[in-house]
């Protein structure tokens, strides 16, 4: 066997996680052409097919299967060397990519960097605030937030933080429109909410706990656009708390008949969880998250 480079491991895992060349390279800031190169001379190097060549993007082959794991255990070694040798008489830096409902990462997360980032000025983070689960196992995020802690892989969980929903609109809509004196008075309601077949995770499925068999007239996949419609006056919307008080012209809507909890939960790769800048950031999620409990559960005690 030819000796191969070993930074081709990079574009290989770029690939495989995936599926795509153009992707891949993006991720890498390299082009396309280079990416393709790449995982040839791997493959010419190993003597193996690592990838079938398909319209719709790169599958792995067997080859390439068993290659993963051991470039994946590689690409764990030479993160660790770097945080613990090559960065341990320099000042904390390197990326750190926090994946997020969108809702936690817009209206909690991104407005709290700026703590992080004058104590590690070297420090870059990337804030993916979507509606939907990344994987850690492909590298979409090395932090992850999630409603509900992952029930298998090489997975580190620990609960963030409980947080409290409520029903909320605007007082110029409730000035407009029907009262409502219970729960089941909000069917006669524009209820603003999620789109049924793209909600990401079942624990955002609950207009059945406000009232049963309720559903979304208007609905959105982004918390924050629903938010923003109800500020419009569009109609009624459940929100965590710490989300609605961003904005002082949403009212609560039945506060002692329409309200249930969730929970956030802090979640990484086993394998990076000792990585400085990772443990650094983690450490940065939970101070924020426990000085700012009053606003996740109002009323609460320590």
Not at 29 to 45: C, F, K, P, Q, Y
Not at 161 to 177: E, I, K, N, P
């Amino acid at each position: 066997m030819s000796r191969f480079d070993w930074d081709d491991l990079r574009f290989f895992l770029a690939v495989a996680r995936v599926g795509r060349l153009t992707v891949a390279a993006r991720r890498l800031g390299a082009d396309h052409a280079t990416v393709s190169r790449r995982i040839t001379a791997l493959e010419d190097a190993l003597k193996a097919k690592l990838f079938e060549r398909r319209p719709q993007g790169y599958a792995l082959t067997e080859h390439g299967e068993r290659l993963l794991s051991k470039a994946e255990a590689i690409e764990t070694q030479a993160l660790a060397v770097s945080s613990e040798i090559g960065g341990a008489d320099l000042a904390l830096s390197g990326t750190v990519r926090i994946g997020a409902p969108d809702g936690f990462g817009a209206m909690f997360l991104a407005p709290r960097t700026a703590n992080l980032g004058e104590q590690y000025p070297d420090l870059e983070m990337q804030i993916v605030a979507m509606p939907r689960l990344l994987s850690l196992s492909k590298r979409e995020a090395d932090i992850a937030i999630s409603l509900a802690p992952p029930k298998e892989g090489k997975i580190v969980a620990r609960r963030l933080t409980d947080y409290r929903l409520g029903v909320f609109a605007t007082q110029a809509y409730l000035d407009a429109h029907k009262p409502i004196n219970e729960p089941d008075d909000l069917q006669d309601h524009t209820v603003i909410g999620y789109i049924d077949d793209l909600i990401f995770t079942p624990e955002l499925d609950y207009l059945d706990e406000v009232s049963k068999g309720m559903r979304a007239k208007l609905q959105s996949s982004s918390l924050v656009a629903q938010m923003q419609a109800a500020l419009a006056g569009a109609g009624v919307v459940v929100l965590p708390y710490y989300v609605a008080a961003a904005d002082s012209r949403l009212v609560q809507i039945l506060p002692d008949k329409a309200t249930f909890t969730r929970a956030y939960w802090l979640i990484v790769h086993a394998d990076l969880k000792d990585i400085a800048r990772i443990r650094a950031t983690m450490d940065f999620l939970v101070r924020e998250v426990k000085a700012a409990r009053q606003e996740f559960l109002p009323d609460d005690r320590p």
